[in-house]
């Protein structure tokens, strides 16, 4: 709770930055007011209180999360840096609605009520289209944050009328509440009915096969550093909280209750299947880099959607992915950031020859492509063990072999890149060593190879 | 004695070679390989002397993985091999000159690291771990100092690196497997399950095709000989000279151990893969004109009896697999590097350019005619002890196994010499042969007095590799 109010309360800072004119000052300022509600975040793990009514409840699970989203906001914070050099007038803007997307991001992993939950997608769905239209000179953009925007708003109604049928169904928006309902013998029909809604529409968020049309689109057209915030950070918070929803609700026993476990089970698995295989084989033909990291997202989705299958033992293993996928992510945008910096596009024509311009970079890049093509040492690799070792436990073997084969597919266009850098010749001279760009691609990729070193670190956290 | 410290000794030396910049990267990976084979004649003479050397620390709690290493005689036989072969191929590059050495000298380092760690591990995801580590430098190693078309070469080197990905990605399910089931992924624990024959061929099947891929066994072949040649021959040598031998050693430990009863039931039908490869190795090899290509295709024919050796089950057939590996190992290295000392000299592999060169250079003649002899597995060689042992075991299963498998010899005489004499024979050729340099001759002489030595009295190591081989046989015929 004390995490929420504080991001908030920094958020405002960060506006009021802009009054007194300390522009400067805003990025250092962030980023330690950022660490200074990660030492909150900590004093609060392994505490499970609830707050007014039950409006916010704060558990291991939501705590860790939250840590796990500050730290990807801090990277995010400090890439914006460099990115925003040319708009220094707009600068406080930007961060700013990057602290509340944060703060909409902490309300919905520790939500009690559906109310707050509602509260905590709007918050982040807004901010994400404010930020993805932010380049307001360019049609791409543009059209980006519009379709954005039209496309989330239908998921959220379709969300709003999931509430509302769970609402008449249970009588309560409360969590703890309906949870104690959804065991009984006899459920009216809504409260599934209530439920698929609801997840269809976090799917939306997740970007999962068949919810993902405006991924691509989105991605390629918005800002680089707002990719890299939906793909990272946004996409982890949304399967985060599909997690909870469905935990926390005691979705799983009730459909169990009802005999429609297998149903939703079968769902579950044709969608993660979808997702993956479609992300992976549109990835294959991708040349624009924005627009082959939302398909290798897409594809991961389908991957984190399978801790969905075994969820009462899974949540640790849901961290782990999360945070290699996301630590990757943010290393690779961060190299992305600086290569395209200055050009029309993200092609991947402009990492021509980084592996003898650039060697560090180039080797950061390749590093973080192989950790989300699972190869060992890096934290991915330890991430598809887990998940597939988990998977193969509920009984899902052939899912398992799928996932398998996707893993072997991803090689392909991970590769591309990694070819593109080391094998062709450099066709333009990149200057300047921006400071920040560089520090956080170092960190990002480290904490990667440490978390593949000392998976224990995160597993071990919610087991 | 910690056997842990060969493994840290060559990654310290992996980025020491980095750090230390272009100049000296070449002498400063070669002290590393130098003291890591120093670290491991210590190691054997520990294990000689009766202490066990094994070593087993927790790692990760839940799924259960630990950092388990053990040397027994066939995992310390394998790991003299690395070592022992990883100063001889960093010496050997000295003549060339690369750009960006210290990157190159530092992933060989750590190839034989990730290789020395393959041999040594005791547990299952450990193992893993290091067997997909091992891919890693060889594909940089192949993609940026190889020769040849960029673009043809970047084909060969993915197709290498989504073969064998998509191999073993298939034995780390069947590890899951096989953790779910044992509750631990320690090699002796996996070797105390007893699954049911139809899990057995499942597991065996994934196995194979992560160890077929990478070995190669026809029909998953088709990658080798175009990196065969893209590779720098470095690259060559550790991938033929070391990391087939990955696959053939997983074999015997890790496939053959752990579904015993689907390797009798099918035992046929793997040898009879392997003797294909046998012969369509030596057919192809027979029409080669680019040299290296015709020593990748003469591989494939060797590697394709080991592999049927191993399948036979017998303890003859695993010891001959285990001395041939050893003896191909060096053999390979030392044919791959005079055709590089060929290649310095006359800037071409096209066996149809060269001749001429035994009347300016006798004495790389005659090393090179041994090396021919010795690949030919003639008497009194170290191949010849390994290749006889196999064949033996073949003929005890089924005499038309050792009658095909034979033709490696009939065949390999016919193409080997043939070879032989259009490259070093003839007339004088236009262009002029130095004789081989000091650091050449050292390279070879040494790999010819190993060759020649094991030939003569292969006691030593088949003391070495017997009992544990016979262990692992005990595995096998537990039910």
């Known amino acids: 709770m004390n995490t929420l109010i504080a991001i908030t309360g920094l958020g405002i800072f960060c506006l009021l930055f802009e009054i007194l004119n300390l522009r400067k000052g805003i990025i250092p300022f962030t980023i330690l007011g950022l660490l200074g509600v990660l030492a909150l975040n900590f004093s609060e793990f392994g505490s499970t209180e609830s707050y007014y009514n039950n409006m916010i409840a704060v558990s291991k699970f939501s705590t860790t999360f939250s840590s796990l989203f500050i730290v990807l906001t801090i990277f995010l914070v400090a890439l914006s840096h460099n990115f925003y050099e040319n708009h220094p007038t707009k600068i406080s803007d930007f961060v700013a609605i990057k602290i509340f997307l944060l703060a909409g991001g902490v309300a919905m992993v520790s939500f009690g009520n559906f109310a707050m939950f509602f509260l905590g997608i709007e918050i982040l769905s807004i901010s994400l289209y404010v930020l993805a239209a932010s380049e307001r000179l360019n049609l791409k953009s543009n059209e980006a944050g519009m379709k954005y925007f039209l496309m989330g708003s239908f998921a959220s109604g379709i969300i709003l009328f999931g509430i509302c049928l769970i609402y008449g169904a249970m009588g309560s928006f409360d969590i703890v509440e309906i949870s104690e309902y959804s065991l009984s013998a006899e459920l009216p029909i809504w409260f599934p009915i209530g439920m698929i809604l609801v997840v269809i529409g976090m799917l939306f968020k997740v970007a999962a096969v068949p919810f993902h049309f405006w991924a691509p689109d989105v991605y390629e057209g918005s800002p680089a550093l707002t990719t890299a915030l939906m793909s990272t950070l946004a996409k982890v918070v949304a399967i985060a909280t599909l997690y909870k929803l469905i935990s926390a609700l005691n979705f799983i026993p009730s459909l169990e209750n009802q005999d429609h476990l297998a149903t939703f089970e079968n769902i579950i698995v044709i969608i993660s299947i979808a997702s993956m295989t479609v992300g992976n084989i549109m990835a294959l033909r991708q040349v624009n880099v924005k627009r082959m990291l939302a398909f290798s997202g897409i594809s991961h989705a389908g991957f984190m959607l399978m801790t969905l299958l075994s969820i009462s033992t899974s949540a640790g293993v849901l961290l782990y992915y999360t945070s290699a996928y996301a630590l990757a992510g943010i290393a690779a945008f961060s190299v992305v950031l600086y290569v395209c910096k200055n050009q029309d596009n993200e092609d991947i024509t402009n990492f021509h020859g980084l592996g003898k311009t650039n060697p560090l970079l180039a080797a950061i890049l390749t590093g973080s492509l192989l950790s989300m093509a699972g190869i060992p040492i890096f934290s991915g690799f330890f991430a598809k063990l887990f998940l597939f070792n988990q998977t193969i436990e509920a009984g899902f073997l052939i899912l398992v072999i799928v996932a398998v084969i996707n893993s072997i597919i991803s090689v392909g266009y991970y590769f591309k890149l990694i070819l593109a850098m080391y094998s062709k010749e450099p066709n333009q001279e990149r200057t300047g060593k921006p400071f920040l760009i560089y520090g956080v691609a170092i960190i990002s990729m480290t904490l990667n190879i440490v978390l593949g070193l000392f998976p224990s670190l995160v597993l071990d956290l919610l087991n | ?479």
């Open chain 2, 1 to 479: 004695m910690n056997v842990s410290l060969i493994l840290i000794i060559l990654l310290i030396g992996a980025f020491a070679t980095y750090l230390v910049g272009d100049k000296l990267a070449s002498k400063v990976a070669l002290f590393f390989s130098l003291a890591a084979l120093g670290c491991s004649v210590v190691l054997t003479n520990h294990f000689l002397a009766g202490e066990s050397i094994s070593l087993i620390n927790a790692w990760i709690t839940q799924p259960k993985i630990s950092f388990a290493l053990n040397a027994d005689g066939l995992a310390i036989a394998m790991l003299l091999l690395t070592v022992a072969l990883t100063p001889i191929i960093i010496f050997s590059s000295f003549g060339n000159e690369y750009k960006n050495a210290k990157g190159f000298y530092a992933l060989i380092l750590f190839m034989a690291f990730a290789m020395t760690g393959t041999f040594l591990a005791a547990d299952g995801l450990l193992y893993y771990i290091f067997w997909e580590l091992a891919l890693i430098p060889i594909y940089f190693i192949a993609l940026i100092w190889g020769n040849g078309d960029s673009e043809e070469r970047r084909k060969a080197v993915v197709k290498f690196f989504i073969y064998t990905l998509a191999g073993s990605l298939f034995m780390l399910v069947a590890f899951i497997y096989l953790y779910q089931k044992a509750g631990s992924f320690l090699i002796e624990d996996l070797y105390k399950l007893n699954l049911s024959a139809c899990e057995q061929l499942w597991i065996f099947l994934a196995f194979f095709l992560a160890y077929a891929i990478k070995i190669p066994i026809i029909p998953f072949h088709t990658w080798q000989a175009n990196v065969y040649q893209k590779a720098p021959t470095v690259g060559t040598m550790l991938l033929s000279g070391i990391m087939l031998k990955m696959g053939l050693y997983s074999v015997i430990r890790w496939q053959l151990p752990l579904a015993p009863l689907a390797a009798k039931e099918y035992m046929n039908i793997f040898i009879a893969l392997g003797i294909a490869g046998v012969i369509y190795g030596s057919i192809v090899a027979l029409r080669q004109k680019d040299l290296k290509k015709l020593l990748a295709y003469s591989s494939l024919a060797h590697v394709g009896l080991i592999a049927a050796g191993t399948y036979t089950l017998t303890i003859d057939g695993l010891r001959g697999a285990v001395l041939q590996m050893i003896a191909h190992g060096f053999v390979v290295v030392g044919l791959f590097f005079a055709a590089e000392v060929i290649f310095r000299r006359f800037e071409t592999r096209n066996i149809s350019e060269m001749g001429g060169i035994r009347i300016q250079s006798p004495k790389f003649t005659s090393m090179f005619l041994i090396l021919v002899l010795a690949s030919v597995a003639l008497p009194s060689t170290f191949n010849f002890v390994g290749e006889f042992t196999v064949l033996y075991s073949l003929s005890q299963i089924n005499v038309w196994f050792a009658v095909l498998g034979g033709t490696t010899i009939i065949l390999g005489a016919y193409y080997m010499l043939k070879m032989f004499q259009h490259v070093m024979l003839g007339d004088k050729n236009a262009k002029t042969f130095a004789d081989v340099t000091i650091n050449e001759g050292i390279s070879l002489v040494v790999i010819i007095a190993v060759l020649i030595f094991f030939g003569f009295y292969p006691k030593p190591i088949t003391d070495l590799i017997t009992p544990s081989l016979e262990t692992i046989l005990n595995v096998i015929n537990k039910n």
